[in-house]
């Protein structure tokens, strides 16, 4: 009742302002006329009585009315609260229903409804302990086959007893989602999806099939493909001699993801005289405004697809990339147009630059310091000075690196970290060798100092490429960066005179990349070899530079003794030494597990500098690329590695083989 006594107060307050305005006008009078005081007092005191009496009247009367009122508005409210349309409940923080109603009970009737809400008031007492009383509750909850949005506020209450501590009551709406979520559902569902299905090295294919079969080829492919893309009830449009166009409904997305994109397999089985098999690389996006920015996306899909290798399926959604497929060998293209075509674009974007700065991975190898020696070759060649960026190299380096201290040149063109960022502008060209990944570069800072980027790698892209490059010199089936970087030199405007160590250094990073020349060499690795060999490239020196000590090569011995066959062909083993060489070392043993009969694959796993290294390696039966993506790694279907951290030896081995458990679930599903 305190609004009534303010209002009965405020009445007051004028009345006794009103009786002194008028005691000093009588005072006023009497003062200059004596004559006026007994008839001044009279008058004041029938005035007091006549106030006194309309003030009793008139609080008598408003005091009534209030009561009246609040009387109505109280009952009103009960009112509302029982008969709310919305279920209404009001529950201890100890699980205690205090009061429901009527829509309550009708609603939850035949419902355990005890159980939801002693699970509900448990996690809202957490947030009530976590974030203050203030925390307004707004939950989402499935009863049955009902979808429930929960509002509501929270009262606080004194336990009495010996001692005293604060409970809470808390008062939920039940309000019924489950018609909008439906509709929300179905129109998410209408939404489109746009995918991009391209047929892998489309020339070369036509180039092994016979005039004759390519018609009944392609028929067949076609066929699968317009099948395939039934089961979307989308519609398929040939955009171009290799590229079909799928448009179709957000909804049959999950089927499609179910299925594992059988349309990959089926192109394969399709028969074709040769060694060559048809694949293909499908990009879908429902990320975009409109259909035009869904189609942009699955077009930059599509790059991560076919800079994985092709052969597999890439989806995007909500800014994040599934994929599928990419089991195979990637396939060599004979043609170096390309080649050619790149390095008369590199050449004009040097020639336009101010400067230009060449930077590889962090913790950088032969082939990232060779291509990298060799692009500084190609800027030199056209006029063009460089610097390369190497604040810190791998153990494997160490002979290597002793023999660019001789070279005068190269000691002046290696620059840090500190001198990169300094002499870096807008105009600068960055090329990046040997990666593809913004956090992998040795100094990633730079990415963002300058808009003309150069990429040219050879690992299979990740999802968190480069995407700003001006010139990208992308291909997979390369054996090393080195192997690219040679060919570039080979289209230079004006005649590239290498020097020895600039071709050892070429040729060092192949042969790594390649483990002396058994892994991933076509023929244009075997011609970069040969171009680089005239420049009296010495090979014994080279392997020189990349030999074992006695003490590395018995404990890689000791590793390989005790590696454990998984699946029958997957060797794994640990290396339980702390050292800065780890990684060094479980490279190695990865790569002499597979010299042993009957293993495909190998793991081998190192600590070094808290975290956990793994190595994998494969003779292309089975794809280490995908199962240590799994765990945040990559590389190639035959050479790939991850890191771990926070977690034990035995703890990663166990994690890789649920990944290794997965690999094989999903290419059997």
């Not at 997305?253 to 694949?279: H, V």
């Not at 994929?323 to 004009?348: C, I, N, Q, T, Y």
């Not at 006029?383 to 023999?403: C, R």
């Not at 290498?498 to 050892?504: I, P, R």
Request: proline content about 1%.
């Amino acid at each position: 009742m305190p609004n009534n006594k303010r209002t009965i107060e405020n009445i007051l307050v004028k009345n006794k302002i009103y009786l002194a305005i008028i005691a000093i006008i009588l005072i006023i009078l009497c003062i200059q006329n004596i004559y006026f005081i007994i008839p001044s007092i009279i008058v004041f005191s029938l005035i007091m009585i006549y106030t006194y009496w309309t003030d009793n009247k008139k609080t008598t009367e408003i005091t009534q009315h209030i009561e009246e009122l609040t009387f109505s508005i109280d009952s009103t409210a009960r009112n509302a609260l029982v008969n709310s349309p919305f279920p209404l409940a009001i529950v201890e923080t100890d699980g205690n229903i205090v009061w429901k109603s009527i829509s309550f009970v009708n609603e939850f009737g035949n419902v355990d409804i005890k159980n939801i809400l002693d699970n509900l008031v448990k996690e809202i007492k957490t947030e009530i302990e976590t974030k203050g009383l203030e925390t307004s509750i707004d939950m989402q909850i499935k009863i049955g086959k009902r979808d429930y949005k929960i509002v509501g506020a929270c009262l606080r209450k004194k336990q009495k007893g010996i001692k005293k501590r604060t409970e809470y009551m808390v008062e939920l709406y039940f309000i019924d989602n489950t018609e909008a979520i439906k509709i929300n559902k179905k129109y998410e569902g209408s939404k489109s999806c746009i995918g991009i299905i391209s047929i892998d090295n489309y020339e070369e294919t036509m180039k092994a099939i016979s005039t004759e079969e390519k018609p009944q080829i392609l028929a067949k492919l076609e066929r699968s493909i317009y099948k395939w893309a039934e089961d979307t009830k989308g519609v398929v449009i040939k955009s171009d001699s290799a590229d079909y166009v799928l448009v179709f409904e957000q909804k049959y997305l999950e089927k499609i993801k179910e299925n594992k994109f059988d349309i990959l397999d089926t192109a394969k089985d399709i028969e074709i005289n040769g060694p060559l098999q048809i694949t293909l690389s499908i990009a879908i996006s429902g990320d975009g405004k409109n259909n035009y920015e869904k189609y942009k996306t699955a077009l930059a899909t599509l790059d991560i697809a076919l800079g994985r290798g092709g052969d597999q399926a890439v989806i995007r959604t909500d800014e994040k990339y599934s994929f599928f497929g990419g089991r195979s060998v990637e396939v060599e293209k004979r043609s170096k147009v390309k080649a050619r075509m790149v390095a008369h674009a590199l050449e004009d974007l040097m020639l336009e630059s101010d400067n230009i700065i060449v930077m590889g991975h962090a913790n950088g190898d032969i082939d990232s310091i060779g291509s990298s020696i060799g692009i500084y070759k190609f800027a030199k060649s056209i006029g063009k000075t460089a610097k390369i960026v190497n604040s810190n190299y791998g153990l494997t380096l160490q002979d290597f690196m002793e023999e660019v201290k001789k070279e005068e040149e190269y000691n002046n063109a290696i620059i840090d970290k500190t001198q990169a960022i300094a002499e870096i502008t807008e105009d600068t060209l960055l090329v990046v060798v040997d990666t593809n990944k913004k956090n992998y570069v040795e100094v990633p800072e730079l990415l963002d100092k300058t808009n003309k980027i150069v990429v040219i790698d050879h690992h299979r892209r990740s999802t968190d490429y480069i995407e700003n490059a001006t010139l990208s010199f992308h291909e997979v089936y390369a054996s090393s960066a080195s192997e690219l970087v040679t060919e570039l030199l080979q289209y230079t405007s004006e005649e590239t005179n290498l020097t020895t160590f600039e071709a050892e250094s070429l040729y060092g990073g192949i042969m790594v990349d390649t483990k002396n020349f058994t892994f991933k060499t076509g023929v244009r690795t075997f011609e970069a070899a040969a171009y680089l060999r005239k420049n009296n490239v010495d090979i014994l020196k080279v392997k020189k530079w990349f030999q074992s000590d006695l003490e590395s090569y018995n404990l890689i011995a000791d590793i390989v003794k005790n590696a454990e066959i998984v699946r029958d062909t997957i060797g794994i083993s640990m290396y339980n030494i702390v050292g800065d060489n780890a990684n060094l070392i479980c490279a190695k043993s990865a790569d002499e597990l597979l010299t042993i009969n009957n293993i495909t694959a190998s793991f081998v796993l190192g600590i070094q500098k808290g975290k956990v290294f793994i190595s994998g390696r494969s003779i292309g039966d089975i794809n280490v690329q995908l199962i240590l993506e799994k765990l945040g790694g990559g590389g190639h279907i035959g050479v790939a590695g991850a890191q771990l951290e926070n977690v034990t030896l035995e703890e990663a081995k166990k994690i890789l083989l649920e990944k290794i458990d997965e690999y094989f679930a999903e290419g059997t599903n």
